[in-house]
């Protein structure tokens, strides 16, 4: 398993951005699905953004519905970061936002989403948006 940390959290007005960082560790992942997970009070750990490597230098990215348009993935392989860009935040955005690894390369598209399928987590960031 990679170890992961995040940072990059914190209060954020309506309509603000906010960059997250998530920094691995442990092994390179550069070919492995890279993600962002957000859990709110009360409620189940769900997707936000993932990435994964598809051949050469090129990669895939996928969004949930809910951050498609506002928040973009990016990952710099050099440096074992991967970035999630969060742009006109609302207050239901408001969460823990997880770093999250995945050490099966072949994941498919209908399995990416998925929290079972990653194996390597980060301890989250809080963000929270709030006027």
């Known amino acids: 398993q990679a170890q992961l940390v995040e940072s990059g959290g914190g209060l954020v007005q309506p309509g603000g951005s906010l960059r997250l960082s998530c920094a691995a560790s442990g092994r390179p992942l550069s070919n492995y699905p890279m993600g962002w997970f957000r859990q709110a009070p009360g409620k189940e750990r769900e997707f936000v953004a993932t990435t994964r490597w598809i051949g050469g230098a090129a990669y895939q990215k996928f969004y949930a519905d809910s951050a498609n348009g506002r928040f973009t993935i990016s990952r710099d392989n050099a440096k074992n970061t991967v970035y999630l860009q969060m742009n006109s935040l609302l207050p239901e955005d408001t969460a823990v936002y997880y770093c999250?690894?995945?050490?099966?390369?072949?994941?498919?598209?209908?399995?990416?989403?998925?929290?079972?399928?990653?194996?390597?987590w980060g301890q989250g960031t809080q963000v929270t948006v709030s006027s």
């Open positions: 999250a690894a995945s050490s099966t390369r072949g994941l498919i598209a209908s399995e990416i989403s998925k929290t079972v399928n990653y194996d390597s």
